[in-house]
């Protein structure tokens, strides 16, 4: 698939808004994107689409050089489709140039799968953006295991990172960002041989 030069790419980080799910395992596309606001200098701002947005640049001056809109939709996780679309249409960004950011139970914690297409794994988020879009979008995984025991997913992706994940959270986000950079700038399969560790 490939992906025109001049268009920009869409980077969705997945979460549900409001204060009470910031630190949710549900909620690390946020913090990946808050961080990769933070890198190109924006502050997010509403946007008539649901959802906060920065504009900006990813890359090194010159041709690798990439035009962006990092987006969280500000519907709940399973609505995500409808500003993905929105967004999608106003800022005329092909498929091949839409990426989400989420977390995956079946991966362990802290590990990352980019990936283009596929399904959703009962992911509410991606079901929403795939049942809106179709599923030949890009995929930043990021792992964050099994519930414990007998731990409902839905009530393990609605809780905060244990204390002991905390301590590597802030690592691991860095490196998602990495990778999400890796993605847009170099394309897909060198920023899967160096992040699909």
Do not use: C
């Not at 990946?32 to 890198?39: F, G, M, S």
Request: glycine share 12%; net charge positive; hydrophobic share 40%.
């Amino acid at each position: 698939m490939t992906t025109d030069a001049n268009a920009p790419w869409l980077i969705v980080g997945l979460g549900n808004p409001g204060p009470e799910y910031t630190a949710n395992r549900h909620n690390v596309g946020f913090m990946v994107a808050d961080l990769l606001a933070e890198r190109i200098g924006g502050r997010f701002k509403a946007h008539k689409a649901r959802a906060q947005v920065v504009e900006g640049r990813i890359g090194p001056p010159g041709p690798l050089n990439r035009r962006v809109v990092l987006a969280k939709p500000m519907s709940y996780m399973n609505l995500s489709g409808g500003p993905v679309t929105a967004l999608r249409d106003f800022y005329k960004v092909p498929l091949a140039n839409i990426v989400a950011i989420h977390d995956e139970l079946d991966i362990d914690y802290g590990v990352l799968r980019l990936k283009l297409g596929g399904g959703d794994n009962g992911h509410n988020g991606l079901k929403s953006i795939t049942k809106s879009l179709g599923a030949d979008y890009h995929r930043v995984r990021f792992g964050i295991g099994r519930p414990p025991g007998r731990m409902q997913v839905a009530d393990f992706v609605l809780k905060d990172f244990s204390s002991t994940e905390r301590k590597e959270l802030g690592y691991f986000v860095d490196r998602a960002a990495d990778a999400v950079e890796a993605l847009v700038i170099e394309g897909l399969e060198r920023a899967q041989s160096t992040y699909n560790s």
